[in-house]
C-alpha cells in the first residue's frame, strides 16, 4: 500500500513570496490533515478535512495561508506572503476517519530567508 | 483543548524497559491518548492509541489510569533503533476537535 506523498520535500524562499506544497493521501482516506512542525516541537494541526469540506482550520493563518482539497483526494498548502517565522516542515497526514491512527508523509522543509 | 506536558528527555540503555508519561489533565470525554514516534526527516509514525485501562501491541504497551489525567507509553527492550522522539497525542479526531501534540520526549538509547 502506497503511503502518503508529499512534495516538493524541500524549499527555499525570500519572505514575501509565494509557496505551495502538495499531499496525495493513501486512497481512500476520507480525513486529511495539515501540519506544521517548527523545529524542535511538535506538530501543530493546521487544517483538517472530511472529504473535500473543511472540519477544522480554527489555527490556520488565514491572511497568509489557504488549502484546498479538490474532489476529496490531493490537497494543496498555499502561503502568500511568506514571512520568516513560516520556516518549518510542514507535514500531511490522512486517516479513513474516526478514531484511526493518522499516517503522515515524509513532510516539506521550509526556509524562509 | 487538551494540553499535554511529557519529559523532554530520557536515556537508556539496549534491552531495558522504557517508560514515558504524558499528564493531559484536561482530557475530554471523547478524547482518545495516541503514541507517535518520530525520526529525523520523517513524519511521525503510530505506535499505540488507547481509551482507558491498558492496551498492548506488539510493540508497546499504554498504560491508562482511571481517571485518565495521564498516561504511560512502554517500550519493553528497547534498542539502538528506538533513538527518536516520541509524541503523546490527545484528540478525537472524528471531526471537529483541534489534535494536540505534546512537546515530544527524546529518547536516547545508548549500548
Known amino acids: 500500500e502506497a503511503g502518503v506523498a508529499q512534495s516538493p520535500r524541500y524549499k527555499i524562499i525570500e519572505k514575501r513570496q509565494s509557496v505551495a506544497f502538495w499531499c496525495n493521501p493513501i486512497s481512500g482516506h476520507a480525513t486529511l490533515y495539515w501540519y506544521q512542525q517548527i523545529l524542535g516541537q511538535g506538530p501543530k494541526l493546521l487544517i483538517q478535512f472530511q472529504n473535500n469540506g473543511v472540519v477544522d482550520d480554527s489555527q490556520l493563518p488565514k491572511d497568509r495561508f489557504s488549502a484546498e482539497r479538490l474532489k476529496g483526494v490531493d490537497s494543496t498548502l498555499k502561503i502568500q506572503p511568506a514571512k520568516l517565522e513560516d520556516s518549518a516542515v510542514y507535514l500531511c497526514?490522512?486517516?479513513?476517519?474516526?478514531?484511526?491512527?493518522?499516517?503522515f508523509g515524509p513532510g516539506t522543509r521550509l526556509t524562509v530567508l | 483543548l487538551a494540553k499535554t506536558t511529557q519529559p523532554i528527555s530520557m536515556d537508556s540503555y539496549e534491552g531495558q524497559e522504557v517508560n514515558i508519561t504524558c499528564s493531559h489533565n484536561?482530557?475530554?470525554?471523547?478524547?482518545?491518548i495516541t503514541w507517535y514516534q518520530q525520526f529525523p526527516s520523517q513524519g511521525p509514525r503510530f505506535i499505540i492509541q488507547?481509551?482507558?485501562t491498558k492496551v498492548t501491541n506488539e510493540v508497546a504497551s499504554l498504560f491508562i489510569p482511571a481517571d485518565r489525567k495521564s498516561s504511560t507509553l512502554s517500550l519493553p527492550r528497547v534498542s539502538l533503533s528506538d533513538t527518536a522522539v516520541y509524541y503523546c497525542l490527545v484528540g478525537y479526531t472524528g471531526g471537529g476537535n483541534k489534535l494536540t501534540f505534546g512537546t515530544g520526549t527524546q529518547l536516547k538509547v545508548e549500548l
Open positions: 488507547g481509551y482507558k
Open positions: 497526514a490522512s486517516t479513513p476517519g474516526g478514531y484511526n491512527e493518522q499516517f
Open positions: 484536561n482530557i475530554a470525554t471523547n478524547d482518545y
